[in-house]
């Protein structure tokens, strides 16, 4: 048993157990002089102010001194691609340039280029590659990582990359959320033969996971230049046929009405979504889908598309932010800064964008345990941040506020902070 203390403030994200007094706060379950006690399951066993710690608990303890940080629950980046090989620092020239990602992509560049890459290396390769971007996000405080296959595009590529996963996962100290995304664009094999591939996806890939347990959700990218409603509808049938939870690349490019239709079949999340209309806002809200917005990729596409994000948040949409961490559109593992984006550039409130990436986060990924919260009997995974606030963590433009990560109770990264950095920002 261990106890977290001197803590500046403590977000819980557990406004059942700790309701807000400041509208700006609603939902963070912000608790000031706040501690944590992990159980020796690595459990949340009690969080509150420190002054009101149960007896039993003052002596015995081992206490662990946080120094007047700020603590967030472990960040959780619900959407990436972080598992890849090759380099696409070319078409990031040419979509400088004034080159459109759809005509670099039509042209053999795009995901095809990272396919190649990927198919060429081997599993040891690619974990080696994968390894050091997880570390990144775990110096960005994120301890759980949703990662997608869909560079393989083969039986046996897709297995092969969402066996890094499986074998990253076990290494740790991460928690991976493994996503099947073999549907991500049609492989050159099978140009003239799109329902052949679909049939390949639905009837030995997806059935081949499930049999491993190698992913949690099977996941579609429906737009022009990759698959059509239609297909895209055979696939997640597919995949919910099997027990697979659902997610959807949907309305990024273009409208095609996948979000809407992924709602209706029970998806836990439908992601980028910028396209999306007001109807189909209104199918996520009824059918409970969490929205996962990605503004890094918008942005890092040419900033044309915002997400409606407030649109979602007024009906009572679930938001997520995530990185969408992959070679084309968003090589980036800096989560926090996503939350930024959210807010200035999509309209969220600071306290919309913290809970963003991490309760509504988890619940993006199917973790409904507490996971991106610190209330009671969630795991004891902590970002421990050196800022003034909370309010600072969105607020500070490209900072890393993150200082340490502890996952179940147990530190596993630290830094120095920058001396006077938080002095400064008062
Ligand atoms: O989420 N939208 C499709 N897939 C990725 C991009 C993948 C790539 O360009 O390599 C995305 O933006
Ligand atoms: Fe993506």
């Excluded at 963070?28 to 992990?38: H, I, K, M, P, Q």
């Excluded at 690595?42 to 700020?70: C, I, K, M, N, Y």
């Excluded at 629950?73 to 890849?84: E, I, K, M, N, S």
């Excluded at 679930?318 to 800096?334: I, M, R, Y």
């Amino acid at each position: 048993v261990r106890l977290f203390h001197n803590i500046t403030e403590l977000l819980t994200l557990a406004p059942e157990e700790h309701p807000a007094d400041d509208p700006a706060e609603a939902g963070l379950g912000v608790v000031r002089g706040g501690a944590v006690l992990c159980g020796e399951d690595g459990r949340v066993q009690w969080s509150g102010p420190e002054g009101r710690l149960p007896g039993e608990h003052a002596t015995g303890t081992e206490r662990v001194d946080l120094g007047g940080a700020v603590v967030l629950p472990g960040l959780v980046d619900a959407h990436t691609h972080l598992v890849f090989a090759g380099d696409r620092t070319r078409d990031f020239a040419d979509r400088c340039a004034g080159e459109s990602y759809e005509a670099i992509a039509a042209r053999g560049g795009g995901i095809r280029l990272t396919v190649r890459a990927t198919r060429a290396a081997s599993l040891d390769a690619l974990a080696a590659l994968a390894r050091p971007r997880l570390l990144s996000l775990l110096a960005h405080g994120v301890t759980t990582v949703e990662v997608k296959s869909g560079y393989g595009l083969s039986v046996a590529d897709e297995l092969k990359m969402l066996e890094v996963v499986a074998r990253l996962g076990r290494e740790g100290p991460w928690r991976l959320v493994p996503t099947v995304l073999g549907a991500h664009i049609v492989p050159d094999a099978f140009k003239a033969d799109r329902a052949g591939y679909v049939r390949l996806v639905t009837e030995e890939l997806l059935p081949e996971v499930a049999r491993r347990g190698l992913a949690r959700h099977v996941d579609v990218f429906c737009d022009a230049g990759a698959f059509t409603l239609d297909e895209a509808l055979r696939v997640l049938e597919g995949g919910r046929a099997l027990g697979f939870g659902l997610k959807v690349h949907a309305e990024q490019l273009t409208r095609t009405g996948a979000a809407a239709a992924a709602a209706g079949l029970g998806a836990v999340s439908a992601d980028h979504l910028e396209h999306l209309s007001e109807a189909d806002a209104d199918a996520l809200a009824a059918a409970g889908t969490v929205g996962v917005l990605l503004p890094g990729a918008a942005l890092f596409l040419g900033g044309h598309d915002r997400a409606p994000a407030r649109r979602l948040l007024d009906r009572g949409v679930a938001v997520a932010l995530a990185t969408d961490c992959n070679p084309g559109t968003c090589p980036s593992t800096h989560l926090p800064l996503m939350t930024t984006l959210g807010c200035a550039w999509l309209g969220m409130a600071p306290r919309e964008a913290v809970a963003a990436v991490t309760r509504s986060a988890a619940w993006a990924v199917g973790a409904r345990d507490g996971t991106g919260t610190l209330g009671l009997g969630a795991p004891c995974d902590l970002a421990v941040c050196d800022v003034e606030s909370w309010r600072h963590v969105p607020y500070l433009l490209g900072h890393n506020p993150v200082t340490s990560v502890w996952v179940s109770g147990r530190k596993v990264l630290s830094r120095p902070p920058l001396a006077g950095l938080r002095a400064a920002q008062s």
